[in-house]
C-alpha cells in the first residue's frame, strides 16, 4: 500500500515567519496535488506538479517536486493568518487508474 | 463553470439507521467523481470511485455501498450505519482528457453516528 506521509503535523508560527512542509513516499507518483483545507469545507486545489525536479509558486508559495517524482515539499515564505489550515498532498498512484493517496495533513496555524 | 453539490450539510442518525447521501456535478459531463471520508483534522480515506455510469469501484471493505445512477450523481448509502461511519464525508469529481486528473471538492457532509 503506498503512504504520503507529511510533516510536520502540526505547525504554529508567527505572521512573517518561513516554514517548510514536507510530503514523503517510497513509491512513484505519476503527479502530485497540493490542497489547503479549511475546517468545515473541502479541500481547495493550489497547485499539480507533474515533472521531477519541477517547481511552481503561486504567490508566497513555492511547491517543488522531488527527482525521483516521490516526494514534495511546500515552502511558505512570510507566513500570514489568511495561511492557517489543513495543507494535505495527494498523488496519483498510476496513471490512468484515477485514483488518489492522500498525505496525513499538515495543520498550520500562523499567529498575528 | 463546474459547481458541485452535497447535501446535506450536516446529518445525526442513530446507529443501525440507513444513510444516503448526494453528490452532483453541474458545467461537466462525464466525469470521475469520488467519495472520500475524513476523520478530524486528518488526511482523506477513498471510499469509492466511479469513471462512468454504474461503474463503482470500492476501495475499502465497509458497510457502506455507492451508486451512480446519472452521469453527473454520485449516491453514498448505508443500510445500517455504524458509530465508526461518523466523519466527513467529500464528493470530489475530476475531468478526463489530457494531463493530471485534477479534483475538485463540494463542501462536504458531516455524519455523526449516536
Known amino acids: 500500500t503506498q503512504l504520503l506521509e507529511q510533516s510536520p503535523q502540526f505547525l504554529s508560527i508567527q505572521e512573517g515567519e518561513n516554514l517548510t512542509v514536507y510530503c514523503n513516499s517510497s513509491?512513484?507518483?505519476?503527479?502530485l496535488q497540493w490542497y489547503r483545507q479549511e475546517p468545515g469545507e473541502g479541500p481547495v486545489l493550489l497547485v499539480t506538479?507533474?515533472?521531477?525536479?519541477e517547481v511552481k509558486k503561486l504567490k508566497r508559495l513555492t511547491f517543488q517536486f522531488g527527482d525521483a517524482r516521490k516526494d514534495s515539499s511546500l515552502h511558505i515564505t512570510a507566513a500570514q493568518p489568511g495561511d492557517t489550515g489543513l495543507y494535505l498532498c495527494a498523488g496519483d498512484q498510476t496513471s490512468g487508474t484515477y485514483k488518489y493517496i492522500f498525505g496525513t495533513g499538515t495543520r498550520l496555524k500562523v499567529l498575528a | 463553470s463546474q459547481t458541485i453539490h452535497q447535501w446535506p450539510a450536516t446529518l445525526v442518525q442513530p446507529v443501525g439507521s440507513p444513510l444516503s447521501l448526494e453528490c452532483t456535478v453541474e458545467g461537466t459531463s462525464n466525469p470521475n467523481l469520488y467519495w472520500y471520508r475524513q476523520a478530524a483534522g486528518r488526511g482523506l480515506q477513498l471510499l469509492f470511485y466511479s469513471v462512468g455510469i454504474g461503474q463503482i469501484s470500492s476501495e475499502v471493505p465497509q458497510n457502506l455501498s455507492a451508486s451512480r445512477p446519472q452521469d453527473r450523481q454520485f449516491i453514498l448509502s448505508s443500510k445500517k450505519l455504524l458509530l465508526s461511519d461518523s466523519g466527513f464525508y467529500l464528493c470530489?469529481?475530476?475531468?478526463?482528457?489530457?494531463?493530471?486528473?485534477?479534483?475538485?471538492f463540494g463542501p462536504g457532509t458531516r455524519l455523526t453516528v449516536t
Open positions: 470530489a469529481w475530476s475531468g478526463g482528457g489530457r494531463g493530471p486528473p485534477e479534483q475538485y
Open positions: 506538479v507533474v515533472t521531477g525536479g
Open positions: 513509491s512513484v507518483f505519476s503527479s
